[in-house]
């Protein structure tokens, strides 16, 4: 039998990963450390646990760059999106999931594979030299152990950036005297997807009251270490949004556009602020866009100002916590194996993709080229034409690496569109389909190569 590919890391990257080794018949070794060693954001033990959002974000594959990043993981025959499909809650366009239910499904799924071993245990250091085809997916919260370990072999500092967690709240402490369900601009096929979002409405007094508790409540301060780290712009703690400026929040998260409150439909609400479903029974509500650094008794004191959640029950407070990933256009080949030690390929937010999906579509690139490796056969990458392709060449070298920063899947990292696609497509969505339907024919050519 083929020698086992060793996989280090549990989350979307890893299991995604193990996932695509086993469907080419080569074994598995997954190691999670947890519950031996626990981190700062994940609650459970189980695999694939969504941490910082329960949403996979649009599900839109004609005209979204990461709706088409699900349609080719998903035609790629992708055990997250499969589960995500299965777990889905009512989100408008977005493809929001029960995630207990999720990550309770891919870890069942995995413990019944005959071809993967799951392994409790924390990797201190670099994999054993015997280990010839290994990925590490350990994602923004590597162990400092085996973080340390990586760098030392580089001679790379790893980059930081600090990410934060939104609070849940339970829906039956939501006042509906004055929230309202309903998506922006009624978006949905369904009854359920148009009515996903519970909205809290504010008039421009609540409003600057909010940011007035928002800047002046006590934070999560950082150790010396710590403080030079940057955020990440895609999950920017809400305080941080206000202290640029009084109206950025309401140009983001709490943006009134696209809703009428039933409650007094005839006033226009200054601001908004939304909270998406949790959980399939709907018994949980998270606050889209408020990770927060705020201590938690500030987070409960300034979070029951906003209307509606004047008696609201908290089932997790928001957090705060330090990540870390490769700046990988140095140190990685075009198939994410380290250059340095080319046995070692790497997956997940720990090359410096964004977001669940991407570090799941990672995963299924990674689990793919050392399966081949396994078998003798040359990994070929994806087209960058396509959504995995376009992260992948990102990450591997058509990045900068002196300004490398954590990317999500955009039409920005496509190669242009040539002029004979692009003539008689006037305006943004009809490029995005172009973009899209160019994507979806490379995207099937590469899962099926001519012989």
């Not at 600057?208 to 002046?216: R, S």
């Not at 929040?249 to 998406?276: F, I, S």
Request: with cysteine.
């Amino acid at each position: 039998m083929t020698d086992p590919i060793h996989i280090i890391g549990g989350g979307m990257a890893g299991c995604e990963a193990a996932w695509q080794v086993t469907r080419a018949g080569v074994p598995v070794i997954l190691y999670e450390m947890r519950p031996v060693r626990e981190t700062h954001a994940h609650q459970t033990d189980g695999l694939a646990e969504l941490v910082c959002s329960n949403s996979f974000r649009s599900d839109d594959h004609e005209t979204n760059a990461v709706g088409l990043l699900h349609e080719e993981m998903r035609r790629a025959g992708s055990l997250i999106l499969g589960m995500a499909d299965q777990h889905a809650l009512p989100a408008g366009g977005a493809l929001a999931l029960d995630r207990d239910g999720f990550s309770a499904a891919v870890t069942a799924a995995l413990e019944a594979e005959p071809l993967v071993t799951i392994r409790r245990e924390e990797l201190t250091g670099l994999p054993p030299k015997e280990w010839t085809n290994v990925i590490i997916a350990t994602g923004p919260l590597t162990s400092e152990p085996l973080a340390q370990a990586i760098g030392n072999l580089t001679g790379t500092e790893s980059l930081a950036f600090f990410d934060a967690i939104a609070p849940i709240i339970h829906a039956d402490s939501i006042d509906m005297s004055k929230a309202w369900y309903q998506s922006r601009y009624d978006k949905g096929d369904t009854e359920a997807e148009r009515t996903a979002y519970l909205n809290c409405p504010m008039d421009k007094v609540q409003y600057e009251g909010f940011i007035d508790a928002l800047l002046d409540a006590p934070k999560t301060e950082f150790k010396d270490w710590e403080k030079d780290t940057p955020y990440f712009e895609g999950c920017l703690p809400v305080e941080v949004m206000a202290e640029r400026g009084r109206e950025t929040l309401r140009w983001g998260p709490m943006k009134p556009v696209g809703l009428t409150n039933p409650h007094n439909p005839d006033v226009k609400a200054h601001a908004v602020v939304q909270l998406r479903r949790e959980n399939a029974l709907g018994t949980l509500f998270n606050l889209v866009g408020f990770q927060t650094k705020m201590k938690h008794g500030a987070q409960v004191d300034v979070l029951r100002t906003i209307p509606g959640l004047k008696n609201a029950e908290f089932a997790r407070l928001g957090g705060i916590h330090r990540n870390t990933f490769l700046n990988s256009p140095d140190l990685l080949d075009d198939t994410m194996r380290l250059k340095a030690d080319p046995r070692l390929r790497f997956a997940g937010q720990i090359t410096g993709v964004e977001g669940y999906v991407e570090s799941a579509a990672m995963g299924l690139l990674a689990g793919r080229f050392a399966a081949a490796d396994a078998q003798g056969e040359k990994p070929v990458a994806p087209p960058p034409d396509t959504s995995h392709g376009a992260l992948l060449n990102h990450i591997t070298g058509g990045a900068e690496a002196t300004l490398f920063q954590p990317m999500n899947a955009n039409f920005g990292l496509f190669p242009p569109l040539n002029d004979d696609i692009r003539k008689g497509r006037k305006g943004k969505r009809e490029r995005a389909r172009a973009y899209t339907e160019r994507a979806k024919m490379s995207w099937h050519g590469w899962l099926n190569p001519v012989q």
